[in-house]
């Protein structure tokens, strides 16, 4: 069996991590153990999983003039991925994820950047590109209306289209009508469809078939993951 072809749509970060014994308090300075320069962003993770995976991958996305975005690019085409969809836009930053790390615990500030500035047109522009896939991988990193936009051709191109609604936020439903997988955890489903994390996870999952969502894959941690199918047994 042939490996798929997959377009990734999404966000391109440069995650600079600071190791400290402990955090902060507020207006105090610290003295760091490490800094740490990682390409990251979730479209682009995605991206790299998938061509560790040995598929054919594309990104679509955009970076900013400056030197963390040629770092990203060089990155991405070292792990084999074609990045002609990926914008560069002179006046913007690259989007950045500063993390500090202290005790085996985080705190996360994402700066979006670039990624804030990707448009339905750009996504028109790599057409081509979803057009050679199978699969179109999508995060919500980048502008609802690029994502919306992006389901909609990819669905209208035959495409299978999976989504990781994370950051999470409320979608519409016009949105998942055009998954064809949406994968969200615990927190995700529940912001999703209004429930709690303590309600019943098959309940919660058959809300969001009902919303629109064909196949529902809700990641557990240590404890695998839980399937349901539009359709499916109840």
Known sequence: MNAPNVAVIGSLNMDIVVESDRFPVQGETLLGKAIRFLPGGKGANQAVA????????????AVGGD???RELLQALTSEGIECEGVRAIPDATTGIANIFVSQG?????VL????????????????????????????LEIPLEAVTHAAKLAKSLGKTVVLNP???????????????????NRTELSLLTGSSEND???ASMRKLIGMGARNVITTLGSEGSAFMEAGGPS
Do not use: C, W
């Open 50 to 61: 998938s061509a560790r995976l040995g598929a054919s991958t594309r990104m679509i996305g």
């Open 67 to 69: 030197s963390f975005g």
């Open 105 to 109: 615990d985080n705190s996360i500030i």
């Open 112 to 139: 979006p950047g670039a990624n804030h500035h990707l448009r339905p047109e750009d996504i028109d522009r790599s057409k081509q590109a979803m057009e050679q896939a199978d699969i179109v991988l999508l995060q």
């Open 166 to 184: 994370a950051p999470a936020q409320p979608l519409p439903e016009s949105l998942l009508r055009d998954v064809d997988y949406i994968t969200p």
């Open 200 to 202: 019943d996870l098959e």
